[in-house]
């Protein structure tokens, strides 16, 4: 499947931005999506993942209560809503994706997923 990441852009702290995940050229239903980032100078970390049902979410700490990520599988897409957004959230966020038989399994390891978008840039000024 090939993913193309948009939504990024400049936001003051407290902020709100969405960034989508556009998929195309596989059955979308049958994948497993998440996002991760990855700031200036560290690792690329797990942001959220959902599962192919769309009814199982799952949140790094940081994020948690803050961000929600949601799926429309007839649209091929997947969203993640951000809200309160703070200076470290500053990052390029990925989305990536992974078939899988499991319906209600989300993934939160990066070496797990197969596909992965180009990145977009997500800017939180203090």
């Known amino acids: 499947v090939q993913l193309q990441a948009f939504g990024g852009g400049l936001v003051q702290a407290g902020g709100s931005l969405r960034l989508s995940c556009a998929a195309s050229?596989?059955?979308?239903?049958?994948?497993?999506v998440a996002w991760f980032r990855q700031a200036p100078g560290k690792e690329r970390e797990f942001v959220a993942g959902?599962?192919?049902?769309?009814?199982?979410?799952g949140y790094a700490d940081s994020v948690k209560g803050r961000f929600t990520l949601s799926r429309d599988n007839s649209k091929n897409t997947v969203t993640l809503q951000m809200n309160n957004l703070k200076p470290e959230d500053t990052a390029v966020y990925y989305c990536?994706?992974?078939?899988?038989?499991?319906?209600?399994?989300?993934?939160?390891?990066?070496?797990?997923?197969?596909?992965w978008g180009q990145g977009t840039l997500v800017t939180v000024s203090s």
């Open positions: 959902i599962a192919r049902s769309a009814g199982t979410t």
């Open positions: 990536a994706a992974v078939e899988t038989v499991f319906r209600n399994t989300y993934y939160s390891d990066a070496r797990t997923f197969g596909s």
């Open positions: 050229g596989r059955t979308f239903s049958n994948y497993a």
